[in-house]
C-alpha cells in the first residue's frame, strides 16, 4: 500500500490507506488525509458490496475498517462487530459489548478487581475494558445512551408480535 504526501514533514511515501486521521496535538483538531491504496477485483468488490450495506463510500469504510483494526492492535481484548446499531467495540472471547462492561463497571465504583469478578473473567480482561473507555469515552458513553433509548414500544415497531412475559420466581423453600 502507497500513499504519497505532499507535507514536507514526511518526505517519503507513507505505507497507509485510503483515509487517515491524524490528531492534530497542537490545535486538538482532526485532519483528514487522503491516501490511495491497490485492492485485487475480488476483495474490491467486497469492499464496494460490505460499503453498499453500511450506507458510505469505499473510501468511509476503508478508514472504518483501518481504524478499527489499528484499535484491535492498540487494546487487548478488543474486537469490532457488527450490532443492530452499527460497528462496534466488543469484548474478545464473549458475547459483550465495551459499553456494557463499562455500564456494569460505574456500578461497581469502576473497579476492576470487581468486574473481573461479575463477569468471571481475568483481571487483565477487566482492565481492557476500562483502558478502552479511557482512551474513548464519548464512544463508549453513546453506544451506552443507544442502549437506554430502546423502549418496548420501539421494539413493537420492528417486531409487531413482541410481547412483555413476566415470570415469577420464586427462591426455593
Request: no cysteine; hydrophobic share 45%.
Amino acid at each position: 500500500l502507497q500513499a504519497h504526501t505532499h507535507d514536507m514533514r514526511h518526505p517519503h511515501p507513507l505505507q497507509s490507506v485510503y483515509n487517515e486521521f491524524i490528531v492534530n496535538r497542537l490545535e486538538g483538531m482532526r485532519m483528514s488525509h487522503v491516501v490511495s491504496m491497490r485492492l485485487q477485483d475480488e476483495p474490491l468488490a467486497r469492499l464496494r458490496r460490505y460499503a453498499r450495506t453500511l450506507g458510505k463510500t469505499v473510501g468511509e469504510v476503508s478508514a472504518i475498517l483501518v481504524e478499527e483494526r489499528l484499535r484491535e492492535e492498540d487494546f487487548a481484548f478488543i474486537e469490532f462487530r457488527s450490532s443492530s446499531v452499527g460497528r462496534q467495540a466488543y469484548m474478545k472471547g464473549s458475547r459483550l459489548a465495551v459499553w456494557w462492561v463499562v455500564h456494569v463497571a460505574r456500578s461497581l465504583e469502576m473497579d476492576a478487581e470487581k468486574v473481573a469478578a461479575h463477569f468471571q473473567r481475568p483481571l487483565v480482561w477487566a482492565k481492557a475494558a476500562l483502558n478502552y473507555f479511557d482512551a474513548f469515552p464519548a464512544e463508549v458513553d453513546l453506544a451506552s445512551e443507544d442502549h437506554h433509548a430502546a423502549s418496548f414500544e420501539k421494539l413493537k415497531r420492528a417486531l409487531p408480535n413482541a410481547q412483555v412475559m413476566e415470570i415469577d420466581v420464586k427462591g426455593e423453600e
